[in-house]
């Protein structure tokens, strides 16, 4: 997911400096969504793994 995160960013990046704005901000936007979104399910995956370490 920080994969399609990265490449959104570089569709905006390089959208932006042809002058496609529209189609920069939404491939910014998308990649924002999903950067937030793997940093979530990370902290999740960390906070679980470290709850259950001390269980087994």
């Known amino acids: 997911m920080l ?4 490449v959104f960013l570089a569709v905006a990046v390089i959208a932006g400096a042809f002058g496609f ?3 920069a901000s939404a491939s910014a936007g998308i990649a924002q969504i999903l950067f ?6 990370f902290a999740a995956v960390l906070i679980a ?8």
Do not use: D, I, M, Q
């Open 36 to 41: 937030f979104v793997f940093l979530l399910l």
């Open 3 to 6: 994969y399609w995160a990265l």
């Open 21 to 23: 704005g529209g189609f």
């Open 49 to 56: 793994r470290l709850l259950l370490k001390g269980t087994s």
